[in-house]
């Protein structure tokens, strides 16, 4: 059974810095797409960044220019590096992948992947 395990989340003060990372284990199933969301209290998950196998990046308005997403495809990890963190990115961060190639206008769309992690707390405070 294959298994998401995000990393990395924490206490950053504003203006800070922290990167994330997502390792599936439990299995040699080869993800396509892998990505992050984020989910801040009392609102619903959003679309953070996503890669593909291939190389193809995307990402949220909001992290564009702040955030990086990268991947490694012969481990199975996929990592977010956040930059100049605002009190709004706090959230859970979850990792989420599906097997199969998600086409342009699926990747930010929560219900096209099939595999999530538990989520990583990120805060971002004085």
Request: aromatic share 10%.
């Amino acid at each position: 059974q294959v298994q998401l395990a995000e990393s990395g989340g924490g206490l950053v003060q504003p203006g800070g810095s922290l990167g994330l990372s997502c390792s599936a284990s439990g299995s040699t199933v080869r993800f396509d797409t892998m990505g992050w969301f984020r989910q801040a209290p009392g609102k619903e998950r959003e679309f953070v960044a996503t890669t593909r196998r291939s190389g193809g990046t995307y990402y949220a308005e909001s992290a564009r220019g702040r955030f990086t997403i990268s991947r490694d495809n012969a481990e199975n990890t996929v990592y977010l590096q956040m930059n100049s963190l605002n009190p709004e990115d706090t959230a859970v961060y979850y990792c989420a992948a599906n097997i199969n190639r998600l086409i342009t206008s699926s990747v930010r769309n929560p219900q096209m992947y099939s595999y999530w992690g538990q989520g990583t707390q990120v805060t971002v405070s004085s």
